[in-house]
């Protein structure tokens, strides 16, 4: 069973950076796809970017609330899946979580479309 490990959370004030990082416990884990999700106190849970690993490597969707700001990558050499951070509002205060997909869909932004889950990292951004 692959399990998904976040890191790179904490507190920041706004306008600053992170960088989280998924690193999957099977080195030959290969995912169609892997994604970053959020989830506020009181709120759904929340897609925010998806990277397509085969068949089209490098394929990515973000979601608009974070277009411009958020960045996801993927070290295939580590299995190590990345989300940078930029400009952080006090409202991307979350927990945030890293997801892959052993089959393919073509619904990225919808959590059933991820059958492994991190456990989830605490993004706190302070005003």
């Known amino acids: 069973q692959v399990q998904l490990v976040e890191s790179g959370g904490g507190l920041v004030q706004a306008g600053g950076s992170l960088r989280l990082s998924c690193a999957a416990s099977?080195?030959?884990?290969?995912?169609?796809?892997m994604g970053w999700f959020r989830q506020a106190p009181g709120k759904e849970r929340e897609f925010l970017a998806s990277?397509?690993?085969?068949?089209?490597?490098?394929?990515?969707t973000y979601a608009g609330s974070v277009q411009g700001r958020f960045a996801i990558s993927r070290a295939n050499a580590e299995n190590t899946l990345y989300l940078q951070m930029n400009s952080l509002k006090p409202e991307d205060t979350a927990v945030y979580y890293c997801?892959?997909?052993?089959?393919?869909?073509?619904?990225?932004?919808?959590?059933?479309?991820?059958?492994?889950w991190g456990q989830g990292t605490q993004v706190t951004v302070s005003s």
């Open positions: 990277i397509q690993i085969t068949p089209i490597s490098g394929r990515v």
């Open positions: 099977q080195r030959t884990f290969s995912p169609y796809h």
């Open positions: 997801a892959a997909s052993s089959t393919y869909s073509s619904k990225v932004e919808m959590q059933y479309a991820y059958d492994y």
